[in-house]
């Protein structure tokens, strides 16, 4: 069945870097746009970031441009989420998902909470 | 960026009977293509969310009839016809049609009374 996993999470101090990763698995993954959506603690769902199914295209929320970097390696079926430069409103559990759009269906991780403090 | 407006914020509703959820968006979610990228999402506590209906109205596999999407340009509703214990937790809109950014609803808790 399909299924992703997201690892990476974790504490970190403001401006420090961090990287999650999303494993998939039952599904073609090199077909599918990939999603990072966010949920802070007790609040709604903020997109993060897209990118394209060959990894060409980026795009990101303004609240994070600049300083979260999406990626992907379709030979390992894994997409990335590079953190940096880390604030205190980062704090969230980071969902990966597969295309939002999709007819098909659409695809969530369990999530990874990443916490940002000092 | 399109704002989307959910109401209400909280819904408290009897086992057994109908529940509907408003969505607005400040731009009409018609797209260049013909299509309206409209999507729901249902979050139970501590699980992700998991998408109900795409593209106003349609459903996704194994989702139960008794959930059913309507509306058109900016206005867009989700209906239960009876609503089950299974069907607490938090409801969102989404779009994806003038994107980036993607943007939800800010939630509509639902709470069997």
């Known amino acids: 069945q399909v299924q992703l996993v997201e690892s990476g999470g974790g504490v970190v101090q403001p401006g420090r870097s961090l990287r999650l990763s999303c494993v998939a698995s039952g599904f073609n993954f090199s077909n599918y746009a990939m999603h990072w959506v966010r949920q802070a603690p007790g609040k709604g769902l903020e997109w993060v970031a897209v990118?394209?199914?060959?990894?060409?295209?980026?795009y990101f929320a303004d609240s994070v441009k600049g300083r979260l970097i999406i990626s992907r390696d379709n030979s390992k079926n894994t997409l990335y989420l590079q953190m940096n430069s880390l604030r205190t409103e980062d704090t969230a559990v980071y969902y990966c998902?597969?295309?939002?759009?999709?007819?098909?269906?659409?695809?969530w991780g369990q999530g990874t909470l990443v916490t940002v403090s000092s | 960026d399109v704002v989307m407006t959910q109401s209400p914020f909280s819904l408290p509703v009897t086992l057994g009977q109908p529940a509907s959820i408003s969505c607005r968006s400040g731009?009409?979610?018609?797209?260049?293509?013909?299509?309206?990228?409209l999507n729901w999402f249902h979050q139970r506590p501590g699980q992700s969310p998991r998408r109900l209906i795409y593209k106003v109205s349609n459903r996704d596999s194994g989702v139960p009839d008794r959930f059913s999407g309507s509306g058109s340009g900016t206005e867009f509703t989700l209906k239960i016809s009876r609503v089950e214990a299974e069907d607490a937790g938090t409801y969102y809109c989404?779009?994806?049609?003038?994107?980036?950014?993607?943007?939800f609803g800010q939630g509509t808790k639902l709470e069997i009374k």
């Open positions: 998902a597969s295309a939002l759009l999709a007819v098909a269906g659409t695809y």
């Open positions: 731009q009409n979610l018609v797209h260049s293509d013909g299509n309206t990228y």
């Open positions: 989404m779009q994806g049609t003038h994107w980036p950014p993607y943007t």
């Open positions: 990118i394209s199914y060959d990894g060409n295209k980026k």
